[in-house]
């Protein structure tokens, strides 16, 4: 999955992809003796001949970066790993807003988790927050069959951040004030 947040590398390289993709389209039409009429009718420059020529090139350039960042850039294994995982009962989502704190806004979600934890079963809780200059941070939090708690973290959209996923894992979770693992 993109995702397309304005600002973020893959929205500038769709963006370049598609500037490129647009330009060759251009390019390519303006070759065609329809095309060329067109052109010619505009009151084309002198060089209208090497245009075409030009946008072709252009294009193919643009279109060649972007793609080559998306493909960089959209290679991240721990959000490939989250997103081909084996979904658990769900616990829910929460959205805190800035100074707001899990224990008090979340209480109904921490206590599925638990009562997982207790039963020996499976679940999922999706948490997402602001950072201090108000970008989202999503975390997922994961129990599986064996009791381990998973916690993957998604900061793709905060540009003071690596924008990258991370993940952590143990075996003894602990649950208040945050959901974490202890501190080794």
Request: net charge negative.
């Amino acid at each position: 999955m993109i995702t397309l947040a304005a600002g973020s590398p893959t929205f500038t390289a769709s963006f370049a992809l598609v500037i490129g993709l647009v330009f060759v389209a251009l390019g390519a039409f303006t070759r065609t003796a329809r095309g060329s009429a067109w052109l010619r009718g505009r009151g084309g420059p002198p060089l209208t001949r090497f245009l075409p020529i030009g946008w072709l090139v252009g294009g193919t350039l643009f279109a060649l970066a972007g793609l080559t960042v998306l493909v960089l850039v959209d290679d991240d294994p721990v959000r490939d790993r989250w997103e081909s995982r084996t979904p658990y009962a769900g616990c829910g989502e929460v959205r805190l807003r800035q100074g707001e704190r899990m224990e008090t806004h979340a209480a109904r979600e921490i206590d599925c988790l638990r009562r997982a934890v207790e039963e020996t079963a499976t679940a999922e809780l999706a948490v997402t927050f602001p950072t201090v200059e108000g970008d989202p941070i999503r975390e997922y939090y994961r129990l599986t069959p064996q009791g381990r708690l998973e916690v993957y973290t998604d900061s793709t959209d905060d540009p003071h951040s690596d924008r990258t996923w991370s993940f952590s894992a143990c075996h003894a979770p602990e649950w208040l004030p945050e959901i974490s693992c202890p501190r080794r």
